[in-house]
């Protein structure tokens, strides 16, 4: 079935370091991709987004970059801050469908 | 403002009670609301998913079952709760940036 995986199950950086958060969807119709980040005990929280006709978004400390040509979506935080430490879930929509499909997640640890 | 309210934060239950969690949006009209339920350590794997009042669709077939009996209030059910129900469940709307989460219900079924 469709999918979104994560390629690295947990990601250390040292702060103030920059993190990459890779993430894979299947779906090539996939139209609209989201970041949420899910701190211990929570619900997830919208970070950024990014729609099929862009290539790269940025927010404030993150940028998220997208590569329709090998389906493959990726999170940049700069400046990582103990504060970042969570794990991140990529999410795609199809089109046509009221539903995402979340990945597996990857697990940020922040390490002073 | 648009929030969206899911309780209760926690519950244990033995095996074979009834389980029912409740989640209310306020602030928006005719929202999609889903729950989605998380293993520990796990991604998000969707439930059901309602586009209004009385129209679920189930995404895994499983010991659950979802209802919609007002356009803002999104229920999960069970009849007899399996040891492999236990799960942080969410419940979400989709709002202007995609999902807004409620703050989960941490289930654990002894």
């Known amino acids: 079935g469709e999918s979104v995986g994560l390629h690295l199950p947990t990601l250390s950086v040292q702060e103030g370091d920059n993190s990459i958060i890779n993430c894979a969807y299947s779906?090539?119709?996939?139209?609209?991709f989201i970041w949420y980040k899910q701190e211990s005990g929570k619900g997830p929280q919208f970070i950024i987004d990014?729609?099929?006709?862009?290539d790269k978004r940025q927010g404030q400390r993150v940028t998220v970059l997208l590569n329709k040509t090998v389906k493959h979506l990726s999170l940049q935080i700069a400046a990582t801050q103990p504060g970042d430490s969570a794990v991140y879930f990529c999410?795609?929509?199809?089109?046509?469908?009221?539903?995402?499909?979340f990945g597996t997640g990857t697990r940020l640890k922040v390490l002073a | 403002s648009q929030t969206i309210h899911q309780w209760p934060a926690t519950l244990v239950q033995p095996v074979g009670s009834p389980l029912s969690l409740e989640c209310t949006v306020e602030?928006?009209?005719?929202?999609?609301l889903y729950w989605y339920r998380q293993a520990a350590g796990r991604g998000l794997q969707l439930l059901f998913y309602?586009?209004?009042?009385?129209?679920i669709s189930s995404e895994v077939p499983q010991n659950l079952s979802a209802s919609r009996p007002q356009d803002r209030q999104f229920i999960l059910s069970s009849k007899k709760l399996l040891l492999s129900d236990s799960g942080f469940y969410l419940c979400?709307?989709?709002?202007?940036?995609?999902?807004?989460f409620g703050s989960g219900t941490r289930l654990t079924v002894v």
């Open positions: 990014i729609r099929s006709n862009m």
């Open positions: 979400a709307w989709t709002s202007s940036y995609g999902y807004t």
């Open positions: 999410a795609e929509t199809p089109p046509g469908t009221y539903k995402y499909i």
């Open positions: 779906n090539s119709a996939s139209d609209y």
């Open positions: 309602s586009v209004g009042i009385g129209q």
């Open positions: 602030g928006t009209s005719n929202p999609n």
